[in-house]
């Protein structure tokens, strides 16, 4: 059956329709943090069966008190909101997998500092940027090579006689 010829108005509509939030990616080493921003919240956002109002951070679906425990950690995840001065000003949900806690950690600053630059180029960027917030760390684990002995600098043991 052949397919109907859109006009040129169905088209734009389409292309004019943007999503309510800002998408961003933070990685670090092998975590991976999906972090959606969004400046203004709706009544019905909702993350699994938390309900997500302004001023909220939930992580893969609980708030982030639970999922990164601790005053230090704490500090570190607020410290893009506090030095743009948006605290408890937008609701952000974040997706993280792969890694461990500190990797994850360093991914959703990482996100959600380029998310807050996203939303405004011309004020946030230029502060999140000397604050050393956008520089993606590259550091990875070192691959292990063949003929050592299970990790990636371990010398095979030789025979001693």
Do not use: C
């Not at 088209?11 to 998408?23: L, T």
């Not at 609701?91 to 792969?98: D, I, K, N, P």
């Amino acid at each position: 059956m052949p397919r109907k010829k859109q006009s040129e108005n169905e088209i734009k509509e389409k292309k004019e329709v943007k999503p309510d939030y800002i998408h961003a990616v933070g990685r670090r080493k092998e975590a991976i943090a999906r972090v959606r921003l969004y400046p203004s919240v709706k009544a019905s956002l909702s993350w699994g069966d938390l309900s997500v109002k302004k001023g909220d951070l939930v992580v893969n679906g609980m708030p982030v008190e639970n999922y990164f425990s601790g005053e230090v950690s704490k500090t570190q995840y607020e410290e893009p909101f506090r030095a743009t001065d948006t605290l408890d000003k937008f609701a952000v949900t974040v997706r993280l997998e792969g890694g461990g806690l500190r990797g994850q950690l360093d991914a959703l600053i990482l996100g959600v500092s380029r998310a807050l630059s996203r939303l405004d180029k011309d004020k946030f960027r230029p502060i999140l940027k000397k604050k050393g917030f956008l520089k993606s760390d590259a550091r990875v684990r070192e691959r292990r090579k063949i003929g050592t002995g299970g990790k990636a600098r371990r010398k095979k043991q030789s025979p001693k006689r």
